[in-house]
């Protein structure tokens, strides 16, 4: 590792984590699959465990809301609101989040907040089942949840570092990673199939069912207080402020950051997915084309997930990340150029691959190069970026998109991507030298 960055080498304490005799080298097809040592530690298998279920729990939700809220509008313009209603919160108490899960037991944290997201599942299911047919109500419990999931994330991102050691938490993030894809892609579809078969109310009971396995895994995670190293502090303002200093000290922290910035603002095209469907791939039919378009990046992400053996090994999480962000361009630039939908599918699959390839090391840089003290608030901006940052896109695209054409703007938008990484590459060595 890099240590003019940081003198924390992000192995995880004894009382944390299980030792294990150093592993054979992989052969064979082997070296191609998912490196699953991670797994072999029970507290890092508990948590990830968990995540398998609500990974696809939580997409159950996410279908149920919006499609409650059109049944009772018929508007597509609430559905919109009701998602940014749930950003604000999200943003606010991620931030906060993170500067808490700096300065008590991280396990009791994620105890506290995911009884609370499961809580909400219950109060969504409550409304849903009692014909209560408020927006309004509906939006309140969002912002809650997502309140309750900004809480959530930093503490247990950066407890990953607690459990597993340094050179395995790109394996680890690999992991997680492709977990969360896969619920992205099944979720939609498992609510798709449920929803004619037993109602959309018990859409919300089978995540707060889901999120009773979670709390079963954090349960038995081991104390995850401050380091004995760290000052005893308050979780103010203030810490979220020294937290954004921290970043700006840090180069290679304020890369990582910037690169995924990057990536989603200029490179992320769903919001033109749409009008592509409609003009561009018309003659595929239209909702084949939406469909294909919007699953084509998980599905990549997931099959970069499953062969993330390739390359969780590799040592040069800065070089890794600029090679995976520049792939992201140049493939969001073929999926631009290509008139037909399966060679822009197979662009767009490949870009879901470069994709996992660069959160799985900026997520490992976030916990190496950051001590342990820093790494909940590192991990609260880094879930702010990760929400934020496709946003932003949608709006950019989309105005893009009317005044300039969609594959145009789509093209162009990877184009600055290559662009711009490869300057800030060049420009400032810290991302570039980074090693563990």
Same mark, same amino acid.
């Given at each position: 590792?890099?240590?003019?960055?940081?003198?924390?080498?992000?192995?995880?304490?004894?009382?944390?984590?299980?030792?294990?005799?150093?592993?054979?080298?992989?052969?064979?097809?082997?070296?191609?699959?998912?490196?699953?040592?991670?797994?072999?530690?029970?507290?890092?298998?508990?948590?990830?465990?968990?995540?398998?279920?609500?990974?696809?729990?939580?997409?159950?939700?996410? $279908?149920? &809301?919006?499609?409650?809220?059109?049944?009772?509008?018929?508007?597509?313009?609430?559905?919109?609101?009701?998602?940014? %209603?749930?950003?604000?919160?999200?943003?606010?108490?991620?931030?906060?989040?993170?500067?808490?899960?700096?300065?008590?037991?991280?396990?009791?944290?994620?105890?506290?907040?995911?009884?609370?997201?499961?809580?909400?599942?219950?109060?969504?299911?409550?409304?849903?089942?009692?014909?209560?047919?408020?927006?309004?109500?509906?939006?309140?419990?969002?912002?809650?949840?997502?309140?309750?999931?900004?809480?959530?994330?930093?503490?247990?991102?950066?407890?990953?570092?607690?459990?597993?050691? %340094?050179?395995?938490?790109?394996?680890?993030?690999?992991?997680?990673?492709?977990?969360?894809?896969?619920?992205?892609?099944?979720?939609?579809?498992?609510?798709?199939?449920?929803?004619?078969?037993?109602?959309?109310?018990?859409?919300?009971?089978?995540?707060?069912?889901?999120?009773? &396995?979670?709390?079963?895994?954090?349960?038995?995670?081991?104390?995850?207080?401050?380091?004995?190293?760290?000052?005893?502090?308050? %979780?103010?303002?203030?810490?979220?402020?020294?937290?954004?200093?921290?970043?700006?000290?840090?180069?290679?922290?304020?890369?990582?950051?910037?690169?995924?910035?990057?990536?989603?603002?200029?490179?992320?095209?769903?919001?033109?997915?749409?009008?592509?469907?409609?003009?561009?791939?018309?003659?595929?039919?239209?909702?084949?084309?939406?469909?294909?378009?919007?699953?084509?990046?998980?599905?990549?992400?997931?099959?970069?997930?499953?062969?993330?053996? !390739?390359?969780?090994?590799?040592?040069?999480?800065?070089?890794?990340?600029?090679?995976?962000?520049?792939?992201?361009?140049?493939?969001? !630039?073929?999926?631009?150029?290509?008139?037909?939908?399966?060679?822009? $599918?197979?662009?767009?699959?490949?870009?879901?691959?470069?994709?996992?390839?660069?959160?799985?090391?900026?997520?490992?840089?976030?916990?190496?190069?950051? !001590?342990?003290?820093?790494?909940?608030?590192?991990?609260? &901006?880094?879930?702010?970026?990760?929400?934020?940052?496709?946003?932003?896109?949608?709006?950019?695209?989309? !105005?893009?998109?009317?005044?300039?054409?969609?594959?145009?703007?789509?093209?162009?938008?990877?184009?600055?991507?290559?662009?711009?990484?490869?300057?800030?590459?060049?420009?400032?060595?810290?991302?570039?030298?980074?090693?563990?």
């Amino acid at each position: 590792m890099d240590t003019s960055e940081s003198t924390d080498s992000g192995t995880a304490p004894e009382d944390a984590k299980d030792t294990e005799p150093a592993a054979p080298p992989r052969r064979g097809w082997r070296r191609w699959a998912m490196d699953t040592r991670p797994l072999r530690i029970p507290a890092y298998r508990r948590l990830w465990s968990s995540t398998i279920v609500t990974a696809v729990g939580s997409q159950l939700t996410a $279908v149920a &809301v919006p499609k409650q809220i059109y049944d009772i509008t018929g508007s597509s313009a609430w559905v919109g609101a009701a998602s940014m %209603a749930g950003l604000l919160p999200l943003i606010v108490f991620a931030l906060w989040g993170g500067a808490i899960a700096d300065t008590m037991d991280r396990r009791k944290l994620l105890l506290i907040t995911n009884s609370g997201i499961a809580l909400t599942s219950v109060l969504f299911w409550l409304q849903a089942v009692t014909g209560l047919e408020s927006v309004a109500a509906l939006m309140l419990l969002l912002a809650m949840q997502q309140a309750f999931w900004g809480l959530n994330a930093p503490a247990r991102n950066a407890s990953i570092a607690r459990l597993v050691p %340094a050179e395995q938490l790109a394996a680890a993030n690999a992991l997680g990673s492709t977990v969360m894809q896969t619920g992205q892609v099944v979720g939609p579809l498992l609510a798709g199939a449920l929803i004619p078969v037993v109602g959309l109310p018990e859409l919300y009971l089978i995540d707060a069912l889901a999120l009773c &396995v979670t709390l079963w895994a954090v349960v038995r995670l081991p104390s995850l207080p401050p380091l004995e190293s760290a000052t005893p502090r308050r %979780a103010g303002w203030r810490e979220v402020v020294a937290g954004f200093r921290y970043i700006s000290l840090h180069k290679v922290l304020l890369l990582s950051f910037l690169a995924d910035i990057v990536a989603m603002v200029f490179g992320m095209p769903r919001a033109l997915f749409p009008q592509l469907a409609a003009q561009t791939y018309a003659p595929y039919g239209e909702g084949l084309a939406l469909g294909t378009l919007f699953a084509a990046i998980p599905v990549g992400a997931v099959v970069g997930g499953l062969f993330s053996g !390739t390359f969780s090994r590799a040592r040069r999480h800065g070089w890794m990340v600029i090679g995976a962000v520049v792939a992201w361009g140049v493939a969001i !630039t073929g999926f631009g150029l290509s008139r037909n939908l399966w060679v822009g $599918v197979v662009f767009l699959a490949a870009a879901g691959v470069a994709d996992m390839v660069s959160m799985v090391f900026r997520g490992a840089i976030l916990l190496s190069a950051a !001590t342990d003290e820093m790494r909940g608030r590192m991990q609260g &901006v880094f879930t702010v970026v990760v929400a934020g940052g496709p946003r932003l896109a949608d709006v950019l695209h989309g !105005t893009a998109g009317s005044a300039f054409g969609a594959r145009t703007a789509v093209a162009g938008g990877g184009i600055l991507v290559v662009v711009i990484m490869l300057m800030l590459a060049f420009a400032v060595p810290a991302l570039r030298r980074y090693r563990v």
